[in-house]
């Protein structure tokens, strides 16, 4: 079963306009982490928000905030105020809570991914 | 700019061959971790490196290694490659405290993008 379900493959968005991008995840870990990850096409995957499986609150980072909803497991980043340069590939991803030996797991599973075109 | 630097930047192999990637992490880095992204997929977790032990594997054979070196650095080998090893290689670091917070950020490096013929 996919850990991490992305069901956009594609979405467009105005500029100005806020767009959803949508994730659902599976886990039975009590203690997870929830990332989304936005990457360019240059390669380099780029950090955006995180939200932890205890939090109270929903994580936001500037334009970008992520609306968690435990029961349904489900995590969809919300961009507001979509520019130009949000255009890229989106990639939802999560760390579950067993450990490794002498540290903490770092393993990433992530999803399929959803590419976002920002249009003029 | 995350501070991880990855080499080279494209390389092409023929089946068979053995390849070596390299990764740069921010000085403190204790853990490195490798991922190998197919065109149109998103990144699978190779393995993973605390203090230049294989602490953590996902689900790729014995032909895939690494080393971690104490300078930050790390190398990802691949031998025998096969066709379906092409794809990006990305490697992330993070400076781990014990046990592993959860909100501890990893930095990702650009990538090598790898074509197997």
């Known amino acids: 079963a996919q850990k991490i379900t992305q069901t956009q493959p594609g979405m467009f968005v105005q500029e100005k306009e806020a767009v959803t991008l949508d994730c659902t995840y599976d886990?039975?870990?009590?203690?997870?982490?929830l990332f989304w990850y936005k990457q360019p096409s240059s390669g380099e995957m780029i950090f955006l928000i995180y939200q932890g499986s205890y939090d109270q609150q929903n994580a936001t980072e500037g334009r970008y905030s992520l609306n968690f909803q435990k029961a349904r497991k489900s995590a969809n980043l919300v961009i507001s105020a979509s520019q130009l340069g949000d255009s890229a590939m989106y990639f939802c991803?999560?760390?579950?809570?067993?450990?490794?030996?002498?540290?903490?797991?770092?393993?990433?599973?992530f999803g399929k991914g959803t590419k976002l075109s920002v249009i003029p | 700019e995350t501070g991880v630097t990855q080499s080279p930047t494209h390389l092409i192999k023929t089946r068979g061959q053995q390849v070596t990637l390299r990764c740069s992490s921010q000085?403190?880095?204790?853990?490195v971790s490798w991922y190998q992204q197919a065109l149109g997929q998103g990144p699978q977790f190779i393995f993973q490196y605390y203090r230049e032990e294989e602490n953590g594997r996902g689900n790729f054979p014995p032909r895939f290694s690494g080393l971690q070196f104490p300078n930050y650095s790390s190398e990802l080998n691949v031998n025998a490659l096969e066709l379906d090893d092409s794809a990006l290689y990305l490697c992330?670091?993070?400076?781990?405290?014990?046990?592993?917070?959860?909100?501890?950020?990893?930095?990702f490096g650009p990538g090598t993008r790898l074509l197997v013929l």
């Open positions: 992330a670091s993070t400076k781990s405290s014990s046990g592993g917070v959860f909100q501890e950020t990893q930095y």
């Open positions: 991803a999560m760390r579950e809570g067993f450990e490794y030996s002498g540290a903490g797991s770092y393993q990433l599973t």
């Open positions: 886990t039975s870990d009590p203690s997870y982490g």
């Open positions: 000085s403190g880095h204790n853990t």
